[in-house]
């Protein structure tokens, strides 16, 4: 199941600068896309969502781009902190009945270094 | 700040004997779902439950696994007879029901390790 897709496992990036993670999908019928963090021996912890009509969400430091035409997001996370070393994952949610199915990308391990 | 609640945190079963795992969902929210993620491998969707049924499964979600909201706070996930590639982290998540969308919000799971 290849409908969710992060293709860099890792990212490195100096504490200060930006960081963007990315993100493609397949299916066209995904209402929203959210984005995840997760520390070891936790859950997942919702960071920020974008529904499909839009084209950018902003929330604080973190800003979600969505390129319909081609499939793809970003996170934008700008100035990035230590704080923020974390695996990141893609989801997209497909909502049938009010309820929610998520489907995940792999993930990617941000590493900002101080 | 309310948060989903699972226990145990790690749970080691004998291949073949069944396992219950527990969740508290957030108080107010009416969705419940579970997922899984099996070491190295992307996190699963498994089953959604609203109005004590259950929404939409996967194919993982087979005759071996059942869930339940035995009372107003606990959900939970029964695998009947446990094989050895069930090892895996199992998450909970619960979201409201609030006619716009809201995100899920997950507990820290529970390891599941078949022997």
């Known amino acids: 199941d290849q409908q969710v897709k992060q293709n860099s496992p890792s990212l490195s990036v100096q504490e200060g600068r930006i960081s963007i993670l990315n993100c493609d999908y397949t299916n066209s019928m995904f209402d929203y896309f959210l984005w995840y963090k997760k520390y070891p021996a936790e859950g997942p912890t919702f960071l920020i969502s974008i529904s499909s009509i839009k084209d950018k969400n902003e929330d604080g430091r973190f800003t979600v781009f969505l390129n319909k035409s081609a499939k793809h997001l970003s996170l934008h996370i700008v100035p990035s902190q230590p704080g923020d070393s974390a695996v990141y994952f893609c989801a997209a949610s497909a909502t049938i009945q009010g309820a929610q199915k998520l489907v995940f990308g792999q993930g990617t391990r941000l590493t900002i270094n101080p | 700040e309310p948060e989903v609640t699972q226990t145990p945190s790690h749970q080691v079963t004998q291949m073949g004997q069944e396992v219950i795992l527990r969740c508290v969902p957030i108080s107010n929210h009416l969705y419940f779902y579970w997922y899984r993620q099996i070491l190295g491998q992307k996190v699963e969707f498994l089953v959604s439950?609203?109005?004590?049924?259950?929404?939409?499964k996967s194919e993982i979600f087979d005759d071996q696994f059942s869930v339940e909201r035995p009372d107003g706070s606990n959900f939970t996930l029964k695998i009947r007879s446990t094989k050895l590639e069930d090892s895996a982290m199992y998450f909970c998540?619960?979201?409201?029901?609030?006619?716009?969308?809201?995100?899920?919000?997950f507990g820290d799971g529970t390891r599941l390790s078949i022997l």
């Open positions: 998540a619960s979201s409201p029901d609030r006619g716009t969308f809201q995100p899920q919000h």
């Open positions: 439950f609203y109005n004590n049924e259950i929404s939409e």
